[in-house]
């Protein structure tokens, strides 16, 4: 039994980057449950934070408003914000040693 249930929600584009182990097992466990990559790092994701009890008693400090943002977000265009990006792997890294990047975070 799968332990991550996808939601479809609004979501936005943003690029991180994995180690090639990891990218493998996110497609095989989106693979095992029927779903997309992003979608089980997304979900992944939001059960490691609402897991962590330190991260929870973090978020309701003025630290955690006051976080500067790291993650690289690419916003629509206005006149094309009703309408969810296309979901774009980048190409792996070709050296083992650097992670394969990928697009987290949109719908097909």
Same mark, same amino acid.
């Given at each position: 039994m799968p332990l991550l249930?996808?939601?479809?929600? @609004?979501?936005?584009s943003a690029s991180i980057r994995l180690t090639d182990s990891t990218a493998t097992q996110v497609d095989q466990y989106a693979a095992f449950?029927?779903? %997309? %990559? +992003?979608?089980?790092v997304e979900q992944a994701l939001a059960y490691v934070f609402s897991k962590d009890r330190d991260f929870q008693d973090f978020l309701k400090t003025p630290q955690a408003k006051q976080a500067s943002s790291t993650l690289?977000? @690419? @916003?629509?265009? %206005?006149? +094309? %914000?009703a309408e969810p990006p296309a979901?774009?792997?980048v190409s792996a890294a070709s050296s083992p040693a650097q992670p394969a990047a990928f697009v987290a975070g949109s719908k097909a």
């Open positions: 249930e996808v939601i479809q929600t @609004r979501q936005v449950i029927h779903a %997309a %990559a +992003d979608d089980v690289r977000i @690419r @916003r629509a265009p %206005a006149n +094309d %914000a979901k774009k792997p």
